[in-house]
């Protein structure tokens, strides 16, 4: 549900856009057209900076019941929008949600999902945000008729927001935390009912031998993503979304739906559904293929396709064969770089920070990684349309190309393989890693 909502929401101003900037009085002017679009990004990089304390304290339940409060304020302060202020205040409202939600969703997934799943699991959540995509996209044909149906699509995208608050109701908090506030007997409850009996005393071993390494306190300080190992880890997660970002996911997908226009697909709608079903194809091939292959592999590989993909339009821009094959040629390059994303560079990211971290930094350091993750989108959808001015597009691309091939070459030389193995493990192996000098 988070995800679907975070990708319904990135999707929802792609029609109506025209509409409301029309009912609200700035149509015409592209500043205030982009400020109601990245007002939403500003409002998701403080919720992600807060979301670390907010799992510390509370627990991953009751932070998912919390923040839908701004999920849903937002998307009806929205939906009753009658002047800029009010449809900015809203969507800076759903972009402090999601901010919180999308560090929350891999934390979680991570803490409560059997060892041999985690992998599978974690990919839901990019799963959701495809869906979401999806939803909303077919959702805002209408729009093209209806000028006032952004309106309906704002108080849809309240809903999700109350079906989380009521169904996280009955779901578990992560047994981890529980076991970091000392409440043993719910946490060998939930051991018990999700990962079965033989796992329980080897799982509680397990996270006390690790609590008493990294100490008793709950509440972890922003100063300790400064010390080793945390501060490594907390280098490895920024750095992964500064090459995600800059690899120019956002910026292709922007552009798509114009290389769609050459081959005749006029429809931008069109268009963007042909984008997300095949980001929803590459996420499924990634649940498959996440606990078979491993996360090292499986981002080594992605990024290798995305340099290839977009290497591929380059050629087809730079030695024009023949116009329709050219024109063939830049799709492909397009539907093969957003499939190879959704297998590895889309999922993974978010998937391998929190299995890298602590028990208690976990919070802490996802906070730090996602804020370094919307900072980068801002400036990729602040930059992307000028640099493609001033250097054409080829250069773009050929920028972009570069970077997915460093990616690789980061996520072989920086990365360990997780697959398979506990979050204890894992951390074990790093400290130890640490206290022997080794990577």
Request: aromatic share 12%; charged share 15%; hydrophobic share 45%.
């Given at each position: ?8 929401h990135i999707g929802v ?8 900037a029309?009912e609200?009085?700035f ?6 057209e982009g400020?109601?679009v990245?007002i939403?990004?500003?409002?998701a990089?403080i919720?992600?900076?807060s979301?670390g ?8 339940r ?6 839908t409060?701004?999920?849903?304020l937002g998307?009806?302060?929205?939906a009753q929008a ?7 205040l809203g969507r ?16 979680y997934?991570?803490?409560?999902a059997?060892?041999?799943y985690?992998g599978?699991?974690g990919t839901?959540s990019?799963?959701g ?5 999806i939803f909303?996209?077919?959702l805002?044909i ?7 149906w952004?309106r ?11 079906l ?5 109701q009955?779901?578990?908090e ?6 970091r506030v000392?409440?043993m007997?719910d946490a060998q409850?939930?051991?018990?009912n ?5 796992e329980v ?14 100490g ?9 993503l400064l010390?080793e190992?945390?501060?490594?880890v907390a280098?490895?997660g920024?750095?992964?979304f500064?090459?995600?970002q800059?690899?120019?996911?956002n910026?292709?997908?922007y552009f ?5 226009q ?6 931008g ?6 984008v997300?079903?095949?980001n929803f194809?590459?996420?499924l091939?990634a649940?498959?293929?996440m606990?078979t292959q491993g996360?090292?592999?499986l ?5 290798l396709?995305?340099a290839?993909?977009m290497f591929?339009?380059?050629?087809a821009?730079?030695y ?10 830049s799709?492909?390059?397009t539907l093969?770089y957003?499939?190879?994303f959704?297998i590895g560079?889309?999922p993974?990211?978010?998937l391998?920070?929190p299995?890298l971290?602590s ?13 370094v993750?919307?900072?980068?989108n ?11 001015e001033?250097?054409g597009v ?6 972009f190309?570069?970077?997915s ?9 920086f990365?360990?393989?997780?697959k398979?193995?506990?979050l204890e493990e894992i951390e074990m192996?790093l400290n130890?890693?640490m206290r022997?000098?080794?990577r």
């Amino acid at each position: 549900m988070s995800n679907f909502l975070f990708g319904y929401h990135i999707g929802v101003m792609n029609g109506p856009i025209v509409s409301i900037a029309r009912e609200l009085g700035f149509e015409g002017d592209p500043i205030l057209e982009g400020l109601v679009v990245s007002i939403f990004i500003a409002g998701a990089f403080i919720g992600s900076l807060s979301s670390g304390s907010l799992v510390d304290k509370l627990g991953c339940r009751r932070t998912f019941q919390i923040d839908t409060i701004p999920l849903i304020l937002g998307a009806i302060v929205s939906a009753q929008a009658h002047s800029l202020n009010e449809i900015l205040l809203g969507r800076f409202l759903v972009g402090l949600g999601i901010g919180v939600n999308t560090v929350l969703v891999p934390i979680y997934i991570s803490e409560v999902a059997p060892t041999k799943y985690r992998g599978s699991l974690g990919t839901l959540s990019h799963i959701g945000t495809c869906l979401g995509i999806i939803f909303s996209l077919c959702l805002g044909i209408p729009a093209e008729h209806d000028p006032h149906w952004w309106r309906t699509m704002f108080y849809i995208a309240s809903m999700p927001g109350f079906l989380l608050a009521l169904g996280m109701q009955f779901t578990v908090e992560s047994p981890r935390w529980l076991c970091r506030v000392g409440d043993m007997k719910d946490a060998q409850t939930i051991i018990r009912n999700l990962w079965g009996d033989s796992e329980v005393d080897k799982a509680i071993e397990e996270f006390q031998s690790n609590i008493s390494n990294d100490g008793t306190d709950v509440n972890s300080r922003w100063m300790q993503l400064l010390e080793e190992p945390h501060s490594r880890v907390a280098f490895i997660g920024g750095a992964l979304f500064v090459l995600q970002q800059f690899a120019g996911i956002n910026g292709v997908l922007y552009f798509s739906s114009l290389t769609f226009q050459d081959v005749g697909i006029a429809s931008g709608a069109l268009a963007s559904l042909f984008v997300g079903l095949t980001n929803f194809a590459g996420a499924l091939c990634a649940s498959y293929l996440m606990d078979t292959q491993g996360r090292r592999r499986l981002l080594i590989g992605s990024y290798l396709g995305m340099a290839v993909s977009m290497f591929l339009i380059v050629f087809a821009i730079n030695y024009p064969l023949e116009e329709d094959f050219s024109n063939n040629l830049s799709i492909l390059g397009t539907l093969m770089y957003i499939f190879t994303f959704a297998i590895g560079a889309g999922p993974v990211t978010g998937l391998i920070i929190p299995e890298l971290s602590s028990s208690n930094t976990r919070g802490k350091i996802m906070s730090f990684s996602f804020s370094v993750h919307w900072v980068c989108n801002f400036l990729v959808g602040l930059l992307f349309l000028d640099l493609v001015e001033i250097f054409g597009v080829a250069s773009v691309y050929a920028g972009f190309g570069s970077v997915s091939v460093l990616s690789a070459i980061f996520a072989y030389y920086f990365l360990v393989e997780t697959k398979g193995r506990s979050l204890e493990e894992i951390e074990m192996s790093l400290n130890s890693n640490m206290r022997g000098g080794g990577r």
